[in-house]
């Protein structure tokens, strides 16, 4: 497809389980932005990636979130030892480049840990 | 702190009539700001952008203004149709010191009724 894709849709994991949410951006874009976003809240920003390199990780909760992007293309979060509090949609974005101005979203992974 | 503000969690507008969705920013750093709408269950689509050189910036019936002094950004959407109903994020970056990373407001859920 021509946009952003991610999956699953929907993850639900029991509290303590390992999860890793995939990110297929727009083909050509070599920036990938993972955001989350919490029930009432705007998304908040995670980890970006210029290339295959973690730019910025500043927003990344704890060391339980890890993020890579092996081949500068599709991304894979990761979270270790879910917790009930990382239940949250988690969007990935992609744009040209770092620092252009447009970025397209992917529809999101929703994941409930239970 | 929540570097970005939207302190309207809802607003209704009759169609055809004029929206007006306000956004209030404390880093006077930002210098690109944007409007991203989003329907639920998919993720936020780009509406418009202004750059922090420009105080007003216009595509068909959206128009965003930026008053630098005051910190404050706000969109209008004349006339109002029914599918403009979503819910709106503005956001803020330093696009080109952080790479495109987006601080987002806290949304604001328009609902515009025939």
């Known amino acids: 497809g021509a946009g952003v894709s991610q999956t699953p849709s929907n993850k639900v994991t029991e509290k303590g389980k390992y999860v890793e949410l995939r990110c297929d951006p727009i083909s050509g874009h070599t920036a990938l932005y993972w955001y989350r976003q919490s029930l009432g809240q705007g998304p908040e920003f995670l980890i970006y990636?210029?290339?295959?390199?973690?730019?910025?990780d500043s927003g990344l909760p704890n060391d339980r979130f890890f993020a890579v992007r092996p081949e500068g293309s599709v991304s894979t979060l990761k979270i270790q030892r879910t917790e009930r509090g990382d239940s949250a949609v988690y969007l990935c974005?992609?744009?040209?480049?770092?620092?252009?101005?447009?970025?397209?979203f992917g529809q999101g992974t929703r994941l409930t840990v239970v | 702190d929540q570097q970005v503000k939207q302190n309207s969690p809802s607003l209704s507008v009759q169609e055809g009539r004029i929206s007006i969705l306000n956004c209030d920013y404390t880093n006077s750093m930002f210098d690109y700001f944007l409007w991203y709408k989003k329907y639920p269950a998919e993720g936020p689509t780009f509406l418009i952008s202004?750059?922090?050189?420009?105080d007003k910036n216009e595509d068909g019936r959206f128009t965003v203004f930026l008053n630098k002094s005051a910190k404050h950004l706000s969109l209008h959407i004349v006339p109002s149709q029914p599918g403009d109903s979503a819910v709106y994020f503005c956001?803020?970056?330093?696009?080109?010191?952080?790479?495109?990373?987006?601080?987002f407001g806290q949304g604001t859920e328009l609902s515009v009724k025939p």
């Open positions: 202004i750059s922090s050189i420009k």
């Open positions: 974005a992609s744009s040209l480049m770092a620092g252009n101005t447009e970025a397209f």
């Open positions: 956001a803020a970056s330093e696009m080109q010191n952080q790479g495109g990373k987006l601080i």
């Open positions: 990636f210029q290339g295959t390199g973690a730019a910025d």
